[in-house]
T-cell receptor, first 114, second 113 residues
Framework: AQSVTQLDSQVPVFEEAPVELRCNYSSSVSVYLFWYVQYPNQGLQLLLKYLSGSTLVESINGFEAEFNKSQTSFHLRKPSVHISDTAEYFCAVSPSGNTGKLIFGQGTTLQVKP | KAGVTQTPRYLIKTRGQQVTLSCSPISGHRSVSWYQQTPGQGLQFLFEYFSETQRNKGNFPGRFSGRQFSNSRSEMNVSTLELGDSALYLC????????????FGQGTRLTVV
């Protein structure tokens, strides 16, 4: 079975500061890894994904995540956050490549303060 | 192209009743998945349908069921509602094959009173 652990339930940070949201996973098979973002009263939006290849993946809005197989981690980082990044972030794994079944972590609320 | 559409957006039901939620996937997508989101349990996978067949199932009681039609639209049904079924129910559609992204709808907020 697969599981995902997001180590921080809330991360407060000041605007323009760097941030890291931590995610660890457990799986006995190869997985695909994802970060989703959820704004209030909205569904989930894909932020970035790791399927294979380069272990560093980037999104168009400045976030990046690095897949570390030895540490079974997929931490999300941004060098400088904006107020608009305030949202809940979910790390997820897709066992055996079936993106129809995602196993989510408990979520991390990023609170960006002015 | 149009995104994933879930109807209704909000629903209030009484304990013991049943409810049906609907999800229209992105055109061309054959996979539809359902998730339950609650503050206590987070996001939990309910089931996935692919080409009208249930392909995966989560760990939920039999009161939760679903189906998919030939046009890929999907419905989820919950019978004998309990207070604990109050949640945001999210539908996701995808190509159903590896490397294809899952796109989420805005969800149906179900409140059981």
């Amino acid at each position: 079975a697969q599981s995902v652990t997001q180590l921080d339930s809330q991360v407060p940070v000041f605007e323009e500061a760097p941030v890291e949201l931590r995610c660890n996973y457990s799986s006995s098979v190869s997985v695909y890894l994802f970060w989703y973002v959820q704004y209030p009263n909205q569904g989930l939006q894909l932020l970035l994904k790791y399927l294979s290849g380069s272990t560093l993946v980037e999104s168009i809005n400045g976030f990046e995540a690095e897949f570390n197989k030895s540490q079974t981690s997929f931490h999300l980082r941004k060098p400088s956050v904006h107020i608009s990044d305030t949202a809940e972030y979910f790390c997820a794994v897709s066992p055996s490549g079936n993106t129809g079944k995602l196993i989510f972590g408990q979520g991390t609320t990023l609170q960006v303060k002015p | 192209k149009a995104g994933v559409t879930q109807t209704p957006r909000y629903l209030i039901k009484t304990r013991g009743q049943q409810v049906t939620l609907s999800c229209s996937p992105i055109s061309g997508h054959r996979s539809v998945s359902w998730y339950q989101q609650t503050p206590g349990q987070g996001l939990q996978f309910l089931f996935e349908y692919f080409s009208e067949t249930q392909r995966n199932k989560g760990n939920f009681p039999g009161r939760f069921s679903g189906r998919q039609f030939s046009n890929s639209r999907s419905e989820m049904n919950v019978s004998t509602l309990e207070l604990g079924d109050s949640a945001l129910y999210l539908c996701a559609s995808g190509g159903g094959t590896p490397n294809t992204e899952a796109f989420f709808g805005q969800g149906t907020r179900l409140t059981v009173v």
